[in-house]
């Protein structure tokens, strides 16, 4: 079985609410990834991405919390707030504002290097 067959196999176990937080996810991680491309040609270097990161984490550690938690962790808005204890509704602000700043932190860094 190849490893295509194998992941098609394996959605097809799904429950509707695993779908349902898998197509979350997905389209949770092409959104932020699409955030950085949009950034610049560097946005999509991890190294650029942890130091953008990191400074995020100095002024507002829970924002850069809900970034790793969604984006590296895979964890649905509900998982996150629980984790984080917050409302589902401050982990949606948190991650829309995370991206922006995200987002201007790294196109900031694309046009000091040119």
């Known amino acids: 079985m190849s490893d ?4 098609e196999d394996r959605i097809k176990e799904l429950s ?16 932020l990834h699409q ?4 950034a610049g040609e560097h946005a999509d270097d991890p190294v650029l991405q942890a130091d953008a990161l990191n400074r995020l984490a ?3 550690e829970r924002k850069s919390r809900v ?6 962790g895979g964890l649905s808005v509900e998982e996150t707030a629980e984790v984080l ?3 589902p509704e401050t982990v ?7 991206k922006a700043w995200l987002l201007r932190e790294l196109s900031s860094e694309q046009r000091d290097e040119s």
């Open 4 to 7: 295509v067959e194998h992941i």
């Open 16 to 31: 509707p609410q695993e779908l349902a937080a898998l197509r979350e996810w997905s389209a949770t991680a092409a959104l």
């Open 35 to 38: 955030a950085l491309l949009a």
């Open 58 to 60: 100095t002024v507002d």
């Open 67 to 72: 970034v790793e938690l969604r984006y590296f």
């Open 85 to 87: 204890k917050v409302s």
């Open 92 to 98: 949606m602000r948190d991650w829309k504002l995370a």
